[in-house]
């Protein structure tokens, strides 16, 4: 339903994802054990999500990224959990104006044990980031840009990867993985749960815009 497939004059493939439907998302108090910050899927989301999940089949996947935030671990377990695979963290993919620095590590060793941290991408306090109050555009495009800039440094022989992230964040690494510069009058609006595919070419050509805002899998 995503369209996946690999060619050779690819460098890489990601897969962008909007975590599911939360409380947040639909105007609901947080519940309780969550930070206002941090509100968890909803029972709808958490549908969403395994949904998401039928889309991917063993083998074709080669990493999983995630914000550290409970939504989108939410988001992408079933399918780890499918795939056999780890979720590696990126503090550099957290929603913009987020307090906190994501899921309490109880609640990851308890709840999500597939979930391990980065200790590699160049955060500021070397795998846990707290985010600086009222970040501007430059400071977004520069996170964004070590975000993409690592998972480029990791992958390049046509790898597919899931990179799994926020609403109001998608368009700095939108614009970031197309090369397009940091023009905010380019928007980038995404639905809950649904899928953005970019491939990155080899060669030096541009990066191609695959899927957009993709849904069906939903349906």
């Given at each position: 339903?995503?369209?996946?497939?690999?060619?050779?004059?690819?460098?890489?493939?990601?897969?962008?994802?909007?975590?599911?439907?939360?409380?947040?998302?639909?105007?609901?108090?947080?519940?309780?054990?969550f930070?206002?910050?941090d509100?968890?899927?909803?029972?709808?989301?958490?549908?969403?999500?395994?949904?998401?999940?039928?889309?991917?089949?063993?083998?074709?996947?080669?990493?999983?990224?995630?914000?550290?935030?409970?939504?989108?671990?939410?988001?992408?377990?079933?399918?780890?959990?499918?795939?056999?695979?780890?979720?590696?963290?990126?503090?550099?993919?957290?929603?913009?104006?987020?307090?906190?620095?994501g899921?309490?590590?109880?609640?990851?060793?308890?709840?999500?044990?597939?979930?391990?941290?980065?200790?590699?991408?160049?955060?500021?306090?070397?795998?846990?980031?707290?985010?600086p109050?009222?970040?501007?555009?430059?400071?977004?495009?520069?996170?964004?840009?070590?975000?993409?800039?690592?998972?480029?440094?990791?992958?390049?022989?046509?790898?597919?990867?899931?990179?799994?992230?926020?609403?109001?964040?998608?368009?700095?690494?939108?614009?970031?993985?197309?090369?397009?510069?940091?023009?905010?009058?380019?928007?980038w609006?995404?639905?809950?749960?649904?899928?953005?595919?970019?491939?990155?070419?080899?060669?030096?050509?541009?990066?191609?815009?695959?899927?957009?805002?993709?849904?069906?899998?939903?349906?």
């Open positions: 339903m995503l369209g996946l497939r690999e060619r050779d004059d690819y460098k890489t493939q990601i897969v962008f994802i909007r975590h599911g439907e939360s409380y947040g998302n639909v105007g609901l108090a947080t519940p309780d054990g930070h206002p910050d509100p968890p899927l909803t029972e709808n989301g958490l549908k969403q999500a395994k949904k998401l999940s039928a889309c991917f089949s063993k083998g074709e996947i080669a990493h999983i990224y995630a914000s550290p935030l409970t939504r989108t671990v939410q988001t992408v377990y079933p399918t780890a959990q499918k795939l056999g695979m780890r979720i590696e963290l990126l503090p550099d993919l957290m929603e913009i104006d987020t307090r906190i620095a899921c309490e590590q109880e609640m990851l060793e308890r709840d999500f044990p597939l979930c391990i941290p980065c200790t590699e991408e160049p955060t500021p306090t070397g795998g846990t980031l707290l985010l109050e009222n970040e501007s555009p430059e400071m977004l495009a520069a996170r964004a840009k070590r975000c993409i800039d690592y998972i480029k440094s990791n992958y390049s022989n046509g790898e597919t990867v899931i990179v799994v992230s926020h609403g109001s964040y998608f368009g700095y690494l939108i614009r970031e993985c197309l090369e397009i510069g940091n023009d905010e009058t380019f928007n609006e995404v639905d809950n749960c649904s899928a953005t595919c970019i491939v990155l070419r080899k060669d030096g050509r541009k990066p191609l815009l695959r899927t957009a805002n993709n849904t069906r899998h939903l349906n």
